[in-house]
């Protein structure tokens, strides 16, 4: 329920993941992230990203040109503020993520644009 989202996530987390809000760019810790793992769902912890598809993409935003798999992720049509954009959101919980633009690196051409406090990282176990 949403109550029990309130009392399992942040106020930030909830915002964003709950609420569709969008973190202030360049405030996540997630930027500057680069070691080897997996950035998963804040919250479900369903695996979201690997680590090597993660790039600089100067947004201000944790970036990735891939999720993990085909069924990592779902999208939806938004059209809020005036523009048409795809949603990213948790395929299990469906907590907004984030928004994917076709302005990405090679090999897929995408940038998935996450909101940082959506996710939390687990570093590779040695």
């Known amino acids: 329920t949403d109550e029990e989202w309130k009392k399992a996530l942040t106020p930030e ?3 964003v993941l709950r ?3 969008t973190e ?3 405030t996540s810790p997630l930027n ?9 769902c804040a919250g479900c ?8 598809t ?11 040109f891939a999720p993990l798999d085909e069924t990592a992720v779902d999208t939806t049509v938004d ?7 795809t949603e990213v959101h948790c395929a299990r919980c469906g907590g907004h993520l984030g928004h994917v ?15 940082g406090v959506a996710m939390k990282f687990e570093p590779k176990k040695p």
Do not use: I
């Not at 500057?32 to 998963?40: A, M, P, Q, S, W």
């Open 24 to 26: 202030r760019a360049g």
């Open 79 to 85: 059209k809020a503020y005036g523009m048409t954009r």
């Open 32 to 40: 500057v992230e680069k070691r080897d793992g997996t950035f998963v």
């Open 101 to 115: 633009f076709p302005d990405g690196p090679r090999p897929t051409g995408q940038r998935y644009c996450m909101n």
């Open 13 to 15: 987390q909830y915002a």
């Open 19 to 21: 609420q569709h809000d």
């Open 45 to 52: 912890s369903a695996p979201l990203f690997a680590a090597d």
């Open 54 to 64: 993660k790039y600089e993409s100067g947004s201000g935003w944790p970036s990735f």
